[in-house]
């Protein structure tokens, strides 16, 4: 199917606004950045009502921040992985930081009343719970199950185009891809498997959570750097 792809950027994250025959939106910044984010989608023409899905990749605050909001003023259908699912709707609290690296180990000694306000964002319910394989009929696009960063991560395939939404799978600071936050990842080994099914794929464009588009030849360039980091360890 296709599409149009429009880069919402902050300080934070990235989210992105799918323009095609429907109207969808993956992650949502946080709550700080919806004013920037209202006059970007202004600048695009587009009114929040506009939005008819809203596609998680993962659930954390920069990618979350604003769900509720856009769900209450759109009405739009909310998929995100099942796993990540409880946190989304705030049966559960986010996961506190990792001991995979230092930062994330110094991070855990913070009291977690400190850390649950830094990440908190409004909950809501999540109207399709997807893990996999499943297809998003009126979008076009394969889920991609990349676990690692969090349990219930989740990508978003088009195939016909070779370009995926990876999420936090992979970043992009600088032109150098890289890893995700390990202080905010579950399993460094699992962040590998997602990589290595991403590198298969022939990707020519992964747009990521945090940094640039990943352009040309994204899967080869994913390949190296896996190859790069498998290698140091």
Request: glycine share 10%; net charge negative; aromatic share 6%.
């Amino acid at each position: 199917m296709e599409f149009e792809v429009f880069p919402i950027k902050s300080f934070m994250a990235n989210a992105y606004l799918i323009k095609g025959e429907r109207i969808a939106l993956v992650d949502t910044l946080t709550p700080l950045d919806w004013r920037g984010f209202q006059k970007k989608l202004s600048v695009l023409r587009v009114s929040p009502r506009d939005i008819e899905f809203i596609l998680i990749t993962h659930n954390h605050g920069d990618h979350c921040g604003n769900l509720a909001r856009l769900k209450e003023l759109s009405g739009a259908t909310i998929i995100a992985g099942e796993a990540d699912i409880a946190v989304i709707q705030g049966t559960e609290p986010p996961r506190r930081p990792s001991n995979l690296s230092v930062p994330g180990k110094i991070m855990g000694r913070i009291p977690g009343s400190i850390l649950e306000w830094y990440q908190r964002f409004d909950p809501v319910d999540v109207d399709r719970s997807v893990s996999g394989g499943e297809t998003i009929e009126e979008l076009g696009l394969e889920v991609l199950a990349l676990q690692g960063h969090t349990t219930g991560g989740m990508g978003y395939y088009d195939a016909e185009g070779r370009r995926a939404f990876i999420g936090d799978l992979v970043s992009n600071y600088r032109g150098s891809a890289g890893m995700p936050v390990l202080s905010a990842s579950e399993s460094v080994e699992k962040i590998y498997a997602a990589q290595d099914k991403l590198a298969g794929l022939d990707l020519d464009i992964a747009y990521p959570g945090h940094g640039a588009a990943i352009r040309p030849r994204a899967s080869e360039t994913i390949g190296r750097m896996l190859l790069e980091k498998r290698a140091k360890t």
